[in-house]
């Protein structure tokens, strides 16, 4: 967990000067039980008005300044831990978009929301209570063991028996919670997942009428997650009522060893009241102290689980020789027997792949499902690497170009049409932050969207709900290919995005493209034959294989697989 402090070293003054006021109301603190034993033994006993007063006044004086102290601390400390937060909040998302897609699925999306979220708030609360009570608990609770053995070496032992007892109470619940808040953090990562799951689903959870059981399943996550946090809480719970009872045994034990002393002269009334309040602010204390240790518990399973990101190397990152670019001679796009697996233990997604894709050219991409098209595209911004052979971009080595540089020449259209929360313009500013007006209507109008969009009451400021949940499957892909190709990229990719749109809009949008992006390179991955038979050169893949290229007449001619799909589409259009 320390190693995270490194992030908080912006507010070194605010946790130095914290803890330092906290110190100084403690020792105001541990003074005021002599002063009240004076009050009694001096002022009281002997009808002393004056001195009453003035040990009063005192007690006053040192209690508001002790209140001005505390005050002073909690600033600081509000200040420390929410700016402590932040900053490690920037560095972990700083972290995660510098991360692959690779390590991005390893990790998943819920358990990195839970960890931005959840555990990032566990350590800002456990730096507050770093700064407000770290020092002040363990320096009244060893003050108040020396403060009696000030008053009476005696009674003194009393307090120093109570300490290693407490000991051992606080080694067993810390022992036992720790595993177990690390498990609780687990749980609740499932939580997360299984309600993102059927929030971002539930049109086909009604549609598939899966309600009952989808209910059957977030009913026995959370009965999971509510079973080993009862089990936790209540291992945790024990720690105040043992420290108590040790603590009433304790004064217990003054109060009859006191009374045995006073009645022989030992001890004076006001000293057994001062040492009364010592085990009390003592007992206080180390409530505080088992408290803490349940709050540092949690935040140590939580820092784990936040260093566990911070520390992943990326995979993909900038090449050193990242600006030793090519002469810009040679354009396009040039995969030189590429192959590429998911994982080091898995099997081949792409197999020797050779491809020329010249610039200002279409690429149409076809084949059976899962077989590789959309893995394939994903290789060309580096999104992943490839694991064997080369992928060239303009003469270069896509592992020499600048990431950022890189994919500004590329927009890409995924399978799943994704919209941002805000308004159309915003959207489409995605793909060009200074877009104007025009701009953006232009880009609607190759998109052919312009129409849909002007028909509505709000035009380019209309709301967009999330995910665009508002619209249409085929308004999204339309508004998604508008905000990729709004700045006129060298190479525009085309998931699968046409397919929602009938097959007029489709040939329509096409015509558009190669009207208004001359000098655009094209990737069309497309089931429908009709949308890329027109393409410069069709890729066929099957099985992460290159089975087929060339133009529509030529795989008709030469390749059985492109001839199977083609005569499959004809089927169902005769049907």
Not at 299 to 319: F, M
Not at 390 to 396: M, P, R, Y
Not at 442 to 451: I, M
Request: glycine share 6%; aromatic share 8%; with cysteine.
């Amino acid at each position: 967990m320390f190693n995270l402090l490194t992030y908080a070293k912006k507010y070194r003054k605010q946790i130095i000067l914290g803890p330092f006021f906290k110190f100084l109301e403690a020792c105001f603190e541990l003074v005021l039980p002599l002063f009240m034993a004076r009050l009694v033994d001096q002022g009281i006993r002997n009808n002393d008005r004056a001195y009453v007063i003035q040990m009063a006044g005192w007690m006053l004086l040192m209690s508001v300044i002790g209140l001005v102290c505390v005050m002073i601390c909690q600033y600081y400390a509000s200040i420390a831990s929410q700016g402590f937060g932040t900053e490690l909040r920037n560095q972990l998302m700083k972290k995660i978009n510098q991360l692959s897609h690779a390590e991005l699925n390893s990790f998943g999306t819920d358990t990195l929301i839970t960890r931005m979220t959840n555990d990032i708030n566990q350590l800002q609360l456990a730096l507050a209570m770093l700064i407000r009570l770290v020092i002040r608990a363990p320096f009244l609770s060893i003050g108040s063991v020396i403060m009696a053995f000030y008053i009476n070496v005696q009674m003194g032992l009393i307090f120093l028996l109570m300490l290693p007892i407490f000991c051992l109470i606080l080694y067993f619940i810390i022992k036992t919670t720790v595993p177990l808040y690390k498990k609780v953090q687990e749980k609740l990562d499932l939580l997360n997942r299984q309600i993102s799951q059927n929030l971002s689903g539930v049109r086909v959870i009604r549609a598939f009428a899966r309600k009952q059981m989808e209910e059957k399943h977030v009913n026995k996550v959370t009965d999971d997650l509510s079973s080993i946090y009862i089990r936790v809480s209540n291992i945790s719970a024990l720690l105040t009522p043992a420290t108590t009872l040790v603590m009433n045994l304790g004064i217990l034990a003054l109060l009859y060893l006191g009374g045995i002393k006073v009645e022989i002269g030992g001890l004076q009334q006001g000293e057994v009241l001062a040492l009364i309040n010592y085990m009390n602010q003592m007992l206080l204390a180390l409530i505080v102290v088992s408290n803490l240790v349940i709050i540092f518990t949690r935040a140590s399973a939580s820092a784990s689980r936040v260093s566990e990101v911070l520390a992943v190397v990326p995979s993909i990152t900038p090449s050193e020789n990242s600006g030793n670019l090519a002469d810009g001679q040679t354009k396009g796009i040039l995969f030189d027997h590429v192959s590429f697996r998911y994982q080091a233990d898995a099997g081949l997604a792409l197999t020797d792949i050779s491809l020329n894709i010249p610039a200002n050219s279409v690429l149409g991409i076809t084949g059976p499902t899962g077989g590789g098209k959309s893995t394939l595209t994903q290789l060309i911004p580096r999104f992943y690497d490839t694991s064997e052979g080369n992928l060239f971009v303009d003469g270069t080595n896509v592992r020499d170009w600048p990431i950022e540089k890189l994919r500004k020449k590329i927009a890409i259209t995924p399978q799943t049409a994704v919209l941002f929360t805000g308004t159309i313009r915003e959207n489409l500013q995605w793909g060009k932050e200074n877009a104007t007006d025009e701009e953006c209507w232009q880009a609607l109008e190759t998109a052919q969207c312009k129409e849909f969009v002007e028909n509505l009451s709000d035009g380019l400021d209309t709301k967009v709900y999330e995910s665009g949940k508002n619209f249409s499957g085929g308004q999204k892909q339309r508004l998604t290919i508008a905000r990729a190709l709004i700045h006129k990229p060298d190479v525009l990719i085309l998931d699968d995005s046409l397919s929602a749109l009938d097959y007029q809009t489709d040939l329509n949008l096409r015509k558009a493209l190669r009207h208004d992006l001359k000098e655009t390179t094209l990737i069309l991955i497309s089931q429908r034959i009709s949308s890329i038979q027109q393409a410069n050169q069709i890729l066929v893949l099957a099985s992460g294989k290159q089975v087929g290229l060339g133009t529509h007449e030529e795989l008709l001619r030469d390749s059985k697989d492109y001839q199977e799909i083609v005569a499959s589409q004809e089927e169902e259009n005769e049907s």
